[in-house]
């Protein structure tokens, strides 16, 4: 062993160029080294940042959703306080209009709604069990009373502070109370003229836990991070630890253990979170989900805005993590460094041993070498030649149209896929310009692309919508330099593939993402719509019970709570949609239903100058579906004809059979739709329609409705711009209801 290393110490001391490389390579691995050190360092920070301002994303989001909440509160109170049944606490009605708002706001977090009359002495209540009541009692040194009879606060919400208080099933929670004045501003039959005098103070009681609760509980930071909540006192509101909820976030951490100092999260508490401001810093903790020590967390915290009037009220959203998860990651990265510089000292190693023996044996393999290096050659020319043939045969029988072409874009030679793609051989082509056989939707771009190969010896792709023979492919062209000789490009090589399939594909992915979209906006809207039907519902129940059955009013109130109900179950189904029902068994007579919606909109089709025709095959089947769903699809399309022909025109519906399906074609003489929006049709809130004339959901609803029920929307449109009578047809095909033969009658209208 020892003359072993004798000998390659020698063979070093000889060779000064080996010394070299060994002293180069022990400077790379120092730097190597020092830069590890260094990058894991700036990795930690980096990381450490970016995770915080994670957190900060959430924390945002959380308060956002909580401000938003209370907004909500706010105008539902304010809402109910114009209520004629609440301003002059109409024995009948009181109780049941506080029912039907407890419905709306009770996952807000409300557990009872309260109103304190005017003397303060008497209040009425429901409470979560939907049961109303009446309490004798004097109110009027409750701080909410007070600040609420007070002139200066009228129309003004009072926000309280949160205290211990029975929630549901009369356990003990924490409740804070919003309170607003009422004066009788309002009239109804019983009161047709206002008074505008102080009737008394409405309120909500809300469990603050379940509020912050139900927003801020699921968040998760990390593998192991939450959030918590605190009040403008400095309580907690909510907290992983569920004996620090109601708690003073000042005090209680130092009750668990006395022994750490927590003036850092104090200090953000203070002067941070309890001012309103957001941010990201760290502080120490004593523990992390049951695992005592201390422990540094990463803490990023957004205020919620509450928007109190009677005093500034600010509560605070805070997402905390270990700094041990970043840690963690900045260490797993730093051993894999490790393990990398390791291997590489053992290769420099390997190689250089390997350098020295294979330069001893060099020399004396060199002659056999050059024996072997001349079959080799004779080898290799034969193994070329055949190379060729493969690479031949290989182009001709690829699925790709393989083709070459010149500087002035003439076709040198093209493979036998040209054969398939028009019947004629590849012979055909030769001397064409590119541009003659395949017709491209923009020539100038395909001569430049091969002006700029040749040019720059570059390989560049393009996709372009092509017309060979007499069909149009979509292809996918990668433009390759020929080099001929020297470094210049002589021709450029051309390899196009059909991805006809994969565009149709890729249509109908958009497609379904955006039917994604409308699910889950549909949702939001439905929400919305929601709250005013609830309120609308609820008045008219309340007028109905006091207007006598036999006159005119009683009738209309009829058809606004008929129609209100309809509105109701509209929103109910595009809730319905957006959970993507199952296919419904339904079904509905389709002309009946046609000319129910004709019927009533015979009245604006006169005013507006609009010519109707209608045509109804005879015995139309059945088909699958909701008759008042159907009936709204109906009025969405009519309606956009109607706007779109404003100075008159002629709108026709046809109803026909094809097949096992029932076909309903709406045609208008409007402006008709323009070619870049007919993709974007039937996008939710996408309207062409000036502000405050449309939403932009009636046709995304009404695709919702025939989708679910099997059916399709077809449309076909034009414009004057395009050089054609202006106008457009909608049809809508829905299948026959099971074991369906005939219907209704056909007629014209």
């Not at 967390?297 to 997402?319: C, E, F, Q, T």
């Not at 390997?354 to 060099?362: L, M, P």
């Not at 089709?605 to 579906?625: E, S, Y």
């Amino acid at each position: 062993m020892k003359a072993f290393l004798d000998r390659y110490l020698g063979y070093f001391v000889r060779k000064m160029g080996i010394r070299l490389v060994i002293l180069i390579i022990l400077l790379l691995l120092g730097g190597s080294t020092y830069l590890s050190y260094i990058t894991a360092r700036e990795m930690r920070e980096i990381i450490g940042e970016d995770f915080n301002n994670q957190q900060l994303e959430l924390a945002r989001h959380a308060a956002g959703i909580l401000s938003n909440d209370f907004k909500i509160l706010k105008r539902e109170l304010l809402t109910l306080s114009l209520s004629p049944s609440i301003q002059y606490i109409e024995a009948v009605s009181w109780a049941n209009r506080m029912k039907i708002s407890l419905t709306t706001v009770r996952d807000y977090g409300v557990i009872q709604i309260s109103l304190i009359n005017a003397a303060g002495n008497r209040e009425y209540a429901v409470s979560y069990v939907n049961a109303g009541y009446e309490v004798q009692g004097d109110y009027h040194s409750e701080p909410f009373f007070e600040w609420c009879r007070a002139p200066e606060s009228k129309g003004k919400v009072y926000i309280g502070d949160v205290k211990p208080g029975l929630v549901e099933n009369s356990e003990h929670g924490f409740v804070y109370r919003l309170a607003v004045p009422v004066y009788q501003v309002s009239t109804d039959e019983a009161h047709p003229t206002p008074t505008y005098r102080f009737s008394g103070v409405l309120s909500f009681a809300v469990n603050a836990v379940y509020l912050t609760e139900r927003i801020v509980g699921p968040i998760r930071s990390g593998k192991s991070g939450y959030a918590w909540v605190i009040d403008d006192l400095g309580n907690f509101l909510y907290h992983l630890e569920k004996e620090f909820i109601g708690q003073n976030a000042f005090e209680v951490r130092s009750y668990r253990d006395p022994h750490i100092s927590f003036s850092k999260i104090n200090q953000l508490q203070q002067n941070k979170m309890l001012e309103g401001e957001e941010g990201v810093s760290w502080y120490l903790s004593g523990w992390h989900r049951g695992t005592a020590g201390k422990v540094e967390k990463l803490i990023a915290y957004a205020p919620v805005h509450i928007g109190a009037a009677n005093d500034k009220r600010i509560w605070s959203v805070a997402v905390v993590a270990p700094i041990s998860e970043v840690e963690d990651a900045v260490h797993s990265v730093y051993v894999r460094h490790s393990l990398m510089q390791a291997v590489f000292i053992l290769a420099a190693i390997l190689v250089l041993a390997f350098y020295i023996a294979s330069e001893r044996t060099w020399l004396r393999t060199l002659e056999e070498m050059v024996k072997e290096k001349t079959a080799d050659l004779e080898q290799s020319a034969a193994m070329l030649r055949r190379s060729e043939e493969r690479y031949r045969s290989l182009i001709e029988s690829a699925d790709d149209l393989i083709y070459t072409v010149d500087q002035e874009g003439r076709i040198l030679s093209v493979n036998q896929y040209y054969q398939r793609l028009t019947g004629k051989g590849p012979e055909e082509a030769a001397g064409k310009k590119i541009t003659d056989v395949v017709r491209y939707s923009k020539p100038e771009t395909v001569c430049g692309i091969v002006q700029q190969v040749l040019k720059t010896s570059e390989t560049m792709g393009h996709e372009d919508h092509v017309r060979i023979g007499d069909k149009e492919y979509w292809m996918d062209s990668k433009y390759r330099p020929v080099i001929s000789g020297g470094d210049q490009a002589g021709a450029v090589l051309v390899i196009s593939r059909d991805i006809t399939e994969h565009k149709a594909f890729e249509a109908q992915l958009f497609q379904a993402e955006k039917l994604s979209s409308l699910g889950s906006l549909s949702a939001g809207v439905a929400h919305e719509i929601n709250n005013p039907l609830a309120v609308i519902l609820g008045l008219t129940e309340i007028l109905l019970e006091k207007t006598p059955k036999d006159v005119r009013e009683h009738e209309m109130l009829e058809t606004i709570m008929r129609q209100g109900t309809n509105a109701q179950r509209i929103v109910e189904n595009l809730l319905a949609f957006s959970r993507i029902p199952e296919r419904t068994s339904t079904d509905t007579d389709l002309p009946e239903c046609l000319r129910r919606v004709v019927e009533v909109v015979q009245n604006t089709l006169l005013t507006k100058k609009i010519d109707f025709k209608m045509d109804v095959a005879d015995d139309i089947p059945r088909v699958q579906g909701d008759d008042q769903q159907l009936e709204q699809v109906f009025m969405n399309i009519i309606n956009n004809a109607i706007a779109a022909m404003g100075n008159g025109g002629v709108l026709r519906i046809r109803v026909f059979r094809q097949g096992r399906m029932v076909g309903t074609a709406f045609s208008d003489t409007g402006h008709g739709i323009a070619p870049e929006h007919m993709n974007r049709i039937f996008e939710p809130f996408f309207t062409t329609k000036k502000v405050g004339e449309g939403t932009g959901l009636g046709l995304a609803v009404s695709y919702g409705i025939v989708k679910k029920f099997g059916g399709t929307i077809q449309v076909e449109s034009q414009t004057a711009d395009q050089g054609k009578t202006p106008g457009s047809t909608f049809t809508i095909l829905l299948p026959m209801a099971d074991g369906s033969t005939n219907g209704s009658k056909g007629g014209n209208g």
